[in-house]
Nanobody, 123 residues
Framework: QLQLVESGGGSVQPGGSLRLSCSGF????????VGWFRQVSGKEREGVSC??????????YDADFVKGRFTVSRDNEQNTVFLEMNMLEPEDTGVYYC??????????????WGNGTRVIVAS
């Protein structure tokens, strides 16, 4: 069983940066496609960024609203996937979750979820 633990959330001013971490426990994370998702107030959970399973045919992709501000990456030695978020806007406020799908090039049909980390962007 894979367990995912998010960290790195917090409060920042508009234009600021945060780096979120999604650490895997129990299994090697590099064989999973890992996606970052968020739930902002009044909306359903939405995809943010995705990094495919190592060795799969997929490629990283981001939601349109990311607009080049966020970068998803993985460190296999740390068994962790990161989301570097820059130029944060108040509209980015919400709870950010990571989710994993075994062996997939895509971040759909998520099998495992973390409990989320809260991001607040405000003056």
């Amino acid at each position: 069983q894979l367990q995912l633990v998010e960290s790195g959330g917090g409060s920042v001013q508009p234009g600021g940066s945060l780096r979120l971490s999604c650490s895997g426990f129990g299994r090697t994370l590099d064989r999973y496609a890992v996606g970052w998702f968020r739930q902002v107030s009044g909306k359903e959970r939405e995809g943010v960024s995705c990094i495919p399973a190592t060795g799969s045919v997929g490629r990283k992709y981001d939601a349109d609203f990311v607009k080049g501000r966020f970068t998803v990456s993985r460190d296999n030695e740390q068994n962790t996937v990161f989301l570097e978020m820059n130029m944060l806007e108040p509209e980015d406020t919400g709870v950010y979750y990571c989710g994993a799908t075994w062996g997939s090039p895509f971040c759909t049909d998520t099998e495992f979820w973390g409990n989320g980390t809260r991001v607040i962007v405000a003056s």
